[in-house]
């Protein structure tokens, strides 16, 4: 990206820092801690597994930096919480990488459900597969850490349906979480949003083929389709014959690349972001609350936001 320059690549893992170094031009380190008080850094890019984030977050606040972290913003909402304090009180800023709102296909979906292509909303599907996640001692295993499906998968789809939709009043969700099933977690979530729209949230960590997701949003002028497996990105169906067809949608550009240049913008001309630390926090809540019902069994009212 024009006028950003990586100074350095921290792991614990000092081969992994060493090659993520290389592949960038920068210099390896073995902590946070060894990087920054080395190089000049106004940035820190945070891909760490999700119940490390608060403690970097703090961190990061206390040196006044801006932090890039991926999402979920945390494990629990105390740590959530805890950061968006430290932030408010840092020189630095917090972006949460929710990068499903940087998908051309699911950004046209929110500018035609604000134009009212559709119509009033009735009820949205949307279903994200993926095979069992590895990672650094296998941590999505631990769902303790990780949140299982419920806070690091389907999370996306909660942030999105939140973005168009408004505040969810309730939450109800059955899966496998807490049996034993060799590695692997599933869950269907339904979410009611205070303005009447009803949400069906399919998640698979155990599906076996390449990573796949899909939406659609029904609505009283038609229904709007998208399915990473199919071409062309979005399909509108209407009643009205002379109508539908597949929307315009932008393309060319990564939606994790768009993200970073949206953050880094923010940052020059002081914006807002498109997703701000909060509506990370909300998208934690409604994954939280999720967990809580199919440990309970009872839908969870949450009542708007927090």
């Known amino acids: 990206m024009p006028g950003i320059e990586v100074a350095g690549v921290a792991d614990a893992n000092q081969e992994a820092a060493a090659a993520g170094a290389e592949a960038v031009g920068a210099r390896s380190y073995p902590s946070y801690e060894a990087l920054v008080s080395s ?3 106004d940035v820190i890019d945070a891909c760490l597994p999700t119940a490390m984030h608060r403690d970097l977050a703090l961190r990061v606040a206390g040196d006044g930096k801006h932090l890039i972290l991926e999402k979920p913003i945390a494990r629990m909402l105390e740590d959530a919480d ?6 408010e009180e840092s020189e630095g800023r917090l972006f949460v990488g929710h990068v499903v709102r940087f998908f051309p296909e699911y950004v046209r979906m929110k500018e035609m459900i604000e134009a009212g292509d559709l119509g009033t909303i009735g009820v949205a599907r949307t279903s994200r597969r993926s ?4 990672g650094w001692n296998d941590w999505y295993a631990d769902w303790r850490q990780s949140g299982g499906v419920l806070v ?3 999370i996306h789809d909660f942030d999105f349906l939140r973005w168009c939709f408004g505040e969810v009043e309730r939450v109800y969700a059955r899966g ?3 049996r034993e099933y060799n590695r692997l977690d599933y869950a269907l979530t339904t979410l009611r949003f205070e303005d009447g729209q009803i949400a069906h949230v399919e998640g698979h960590w155990s599906y076996p083929a390449p990573f796949e997701y899909s ?8 229904l709007v389709t998208a399915d990473s497996a199919d071409a062309p990105p979005l399909r509108l169906l209407t009643n009205d014959d002379s109508a539908g067809g597949s929307p315009n949608v932008a393309a060319g550009k990564s939606p994790y690349r768009a993200e970073l240049e949206h953050f880094v913008r923010c940052l020059e001309t002081g914006e807002e972001p498109v997703v701000s630390s909060h509506d990370a926090r909300e998208a934690l809540r409604i994954s939280l609350a999720a967990i809580e019902s199919v440990q309970t069994g009872e839908p969870v009212t949450l009542g708007g936001r927090a």
């Open 131 to 134: 095979p069992f996640l590895r």
């Open 82 to 87: 805890q950061m968006l304090s430290a932030f």
């Open 176 to 178: 496998v979480m807490g």
């Open 152 to 154: 690091d998968l389907v």
């Open 39 to 41: 190089e000049e850094v």
């Open 215 to 222: 939406i659609e949003v029904a609505g009283s002028k038609g």
